[in-house]
């Protein structure tokens, strides 16, 4: 049972792949939604049996790797961590499939949309079954694979193929440090099986590593490293400019990637490895400070975007900041429940995006937009609880762990136990939930309520989507608004023993009980942000007041932020430019072109007119002639390092047979 939930999304791929011409768009779809079902169903079965009867399971298959010490083998590990990525991952990936039957129906290549779609669901799956961190790496890369291939579906776009490379080459870097982790982590345990290292890490906290007279910390180097390939992965400050870029593919393909697979890898991986990163405070310390950065900035840049999906994907770049400085502050349990309720409102808000821009003839920019309500009215039910739940609204789902993570802010403020951590993860954390409120109320604004600026073409065509489309993001609206009540007590409550040994938190840096007792008055504080933000939001779209204030100051602020900070330009300026003209100035023209080419065979036929006539008269074509040189070659190398006569004889003897 529990091996079927991967192997059902690589049957169905390989399905609509290869067969997908003789099965045809219903075919196709049909098989593709049949397999993510199944695999749903069984992953329900599977938190059953886990998660709520305490029965762990782990599964060897047979050996893959035995060089030396180097032991792995195909081996799967179901805890409760892993049960509930798998619930987020077939949920959603279910749901995403039968959404892209509608919206996808008019694509001439459905089938190997469907395919790609299952693909990526596999990997994933495969990512976060593994119980080693060899097998972990092998879904990390198909990940990765399968974002270039979704966000590059659109192939003639050149948009798409830029978006694409790009999403490739900046997670080559976090892939890079997580490779160094990988490797640091076989030096030190001498395993990558996840058993031996956690049983392990208290017996290692002492261990330091010697660099050129350096000591550091062994534990620190591999969460350090670890973390390397979080920032990749879940978009974190500075190598967060992939993911804005990503809306280039379909909508769907948003959808999966923002809410339950390519972004959550970093925070996985992170929560994963809490029992190795719980013994280094260094590690936890630099996930707060770039989590709050993350979230702050990304809040912001949100606030001046104008493309519907790229606001809800920089919503997705703030709320992984809020997982990642909730992992630093030892919140892994936390963080978890905030990924599992981040899903459902994330994936509601990106297909309902999907459905505006169906309706609108892929149309995108909300400043185009407007008076959709009276077209939409369900899309637009749907989409104000997917924007309450991100802002974090009572009784919605974000409310019960996005608040939570913010009150475990406020008690390490007050108990100054990380100084200006602390600071920083209360206060950027804070202020992100002013600019939320102020970025998704200003979305609803520009999308449903203001003045339209849709051509009158459009708007009379505008309809709601069909069921297809509909039962999806009905199912997402009720998870939002009950998926965190139901969990609340299961994951976070005060004596649960869900996450059993799946996550390590040690005594000194649990908060959970201080959290009970925190001041009223700064449990409210979030709310008061939240409250602020739709106030100014409101008064902004209603009143037009934004025109009073628009000198020079904040014309410069609005553009700088408009234009994300700027960061892919300092990346073009001060590293993509430099490295493209060392690689054509001096090693392609002075070294290949130059000195190599002078020195080689082209110099001397130059230098020697006869030989060059001598050269080409020798290159026959033949592959026969080639082999005779090349063992001849053999011959004389072996004569001038090993002074073999013996061996001499018998390469000749074969060249005259040859």
């Known amino acids: 049972m529990y091996l079927l939930i991967l192997w059902l999304p690589l049957l169905g791929s390989i399905f609509t792949g290869f067969l997908g011409r003789f099965l045809g768009h219903k075919g ?38 035995e060089v030396g010490l180097l032991k792995i083998s ?17 949920t959603i990936s279910s749901l995403v499939h039968l959404y892209s039957l509608e919206y996808m129906q008019n694509d001439p290549h459905l089938p190997r949309f469907m395919s790609f779609l299952e693909i990526f669901t596999f990997f994933m799956l495969v990512l976060v079954t593994a119980d080693n961190l060899v097998q972990m790496f092998v879904g990390w890369e198909g990940v990765g694979l399968a974002s270039y291939l979704l966000i590059n579906f659109w192939f003639t776009r050149l948009a798409a193929n830029q978006s694409a490379i790009k999403a490739l080459v900046v997670n ?84 999966l990637i923002h809410a339950a697979t390519m972004v959550t890898a970093g925070v996985f991986l992170l929560i994963r490895f809490s029992p190795l990163i719980e013994f280094s405070s260094a590690v936890l ?94 899309t637009y039910s749907l989409m104000l609880v997917g924007s309450f739940a991100l802002v974090g609204f009572p009784f919605l789902t ?41 970025y998704s109320l200003r979305l609803i604004y520009l999308t449903f309520l203001n003045s339209t600026n849709v051509t009158r073409l459009n708007i ?26 139901l969990g609340k007590d299961l994951f976070i409550g005060l004596g649960t023993d869900f996450w059993k040994s799946s996550i390590i938190i040690l005594p000194c840096h649990s908060y959970f009980v201080e959290a009970e007792w925190l001041n009223i008055n700064l449990k409210w504080l979030p709310f008061i942000f939240s409250i602020l933000g739709i106030f100014f939001a409101t008064l902004i779209n209603i009143t037009k007041i934004h025109g009073y204030l628009y000198n020079t100051f904040y014309r410069e602020l609005c553009f700088l932020i408009s234009k994300r900070w700027y960061w892919d330009i300092l990346y073009n ?51 026969n002639h080639y082999l005779f040189f090349i063992v001849l070659g053999t011959c004389f190398f072996l004569i001038i390092v090993l002074n073999q006569i013996q061996l001499l004889v018998f390469y000749l003897v074969l060249v005259f047979f040859i």
């Not at 994936?347 to 185009?368: W, Y």
């Not at 009379?460 to 009540?485: A, D, N, R, T």
């Not at 430019?577 to 130059?594: E, H, M, Q, T």
Request: overall charge neutral; proline content about 3%.
């Open 573 to 623: 300026r001060f590293f993509v430019y430099p490295i493209l003209n060392f690689g054509y100035f001096v090693s392609f023209k002075n070294l290949d072109r130059g000195f190599i080419e002078l020195l080689g065979p082209y110099g001397l036929s130059k230098l020697i007119p006869a030989w060059s006539f001598l050269f080409s008269k020798l290159q026959t074509g033949q592959l």
């Open 460 to 485: 009379v065509k505008s309809h709601e989507p069909s069921l297809l489309m509909l039962v999806p993001l009905i199912l997402l609206g009720f998870g939002s608004i009950f998926i965190g009540y």
């Open 285 to 378: 310390n630099i996930l707060i400070i770039f989590g709050s950065l993350t979230a702050f900035f990304a809040s912001i840049s949100g606030v001046f975007q104008n493309d519907l999906k790229r606001v809800i994907a920089y919503s997705t770049c703030s709320q992984l900041g809020y997982m990642i400085f909730s992992c630093g502050v030892s919140c892994y349990n936390v963080s978890m429940f905030h990924l599992a309720n981040h899903a459902f409102f994330k994936a509601l808000l990106f297909l309902s995006a999907g459905s505006v821009i169906h309706a609108l003839a892929n149309e995108q920019d909300m400043r185009r937009m407007g008076s959709l309500t009276k077209f939409l009215p369900l």
């Open 74 to 90: 195909w081996s799967f590990l179901f805890d409760s961590l892993t049960v509930i990525m798998l619930i987020v991952i077939t």
């Open 398 to 438: 974000g409310f019960y762990s996005k608040d939570f993570i913010l009150e475990l802010t406020q008690i390490t403020l007050n108990n100054n136990l990380r100084n200006i951590q602390g600071v920083f993860a209360c206060w950027l954390g804070s202020l992100s939930v002013f600019f939320t409120a102020f």
């Open 172 to 255: 080559r870097i976090g892939d890079f440090g997580l490779s160094l982790g990988i490797l640091t982590t076989f030096y030190i345990f001498k395993s990558a099986d996840y058993f031996t290292i956690f049983s392990l890490s208290p017996l290692f906290v002492d261990y330091s590593l010697n660099f050129g007279g350096i000591h550091i910390s062994g534990i620190t180097l591999i969460g350090i490293f670890l973390f390397i390939g979080a920032i990749g992965k879940s978009a974190q400050l500075g190598l967060h400019t992939w993911l804005p870029d990503a809306m280039e593919g379909p909508t769907p393909v948003s959808a």
């Open 28 to 65: 196709a779809g049909i098989i593709s939604v049949i397999c993510v079902f199944l695999s749903l169903l069984l992953s329900l079965l599977a938190f059953f049996e886990v998660g709520l009867m305490g029965m762990n399971c782990c599964i060897t298959i047979s050996p893959w790797i």
